[in-house]
């Protein structure tokens, strides 16, 4: 079974940053892509960052260009975003996921973290 997990989420004033963590954990055997997605409320989920792997290829929505950066650490199978000048329209929940192959026997499939809050606000 194969589980993400974020972390990092919060309340900051305009202007400051936030680092988001995604650990992805369980039987896994190889990733084809990790990301960001982020829903603010009343309005649809959103891609906020994405790594292809395979191409290696890194996408970033035209509102968080140069604002935002994804990294990966491959060997903790986690990927942070890491958040600078941030604004209240930033402010939404934050979801990690993996287009990833699990093991036994092997399986392709989207896998989706539960979400963390972050809030920016005065």
């Known amino acids: 079974q194969v589980q993400l997990v974020e972390s990092g989420g919060g309340l900051v004033q305009p202007g400051g940053s936030l680092r988001l963590s995604c650990v992805a954990s369980?039987?896994?055997?190889?990733?084809?892509?990790m990301g960001w997605y982020r829903q603010a409320p009343g309005k649809e989920r959103e891609l906020v960052a994405r790594?292809?792997?395979?191409?290696?290829?890194?996408d970033y929505a035209d509102s968080v260009k140069g604002r935002f950066t994804i990294s990966r650490d491959k060997a903790k199978n986690t990927i942070y975003l890491q958040m600078n000048s941030l604004t209240p329209e930033d402010t939404a929940v934050f979801y990690c996921?993996?287009?990833?192959?699990?093991?036994?026997?092997?399986?392709?499939?989207?896998?989706w973290g539960q979400g963390t809050q972050v809030t920016v606000s005065v």
């Open positions: 996921y993996a287009d990833l192959v699990s093991n036994g026997p092997w399986r392709r499939g989207d896998y």
């Open positions: 369980g039987s896994i055997h190889s990733f084809y892509s």
């Open positions: 790594m292809d792997f395979v191409i290696g290829r890194t």
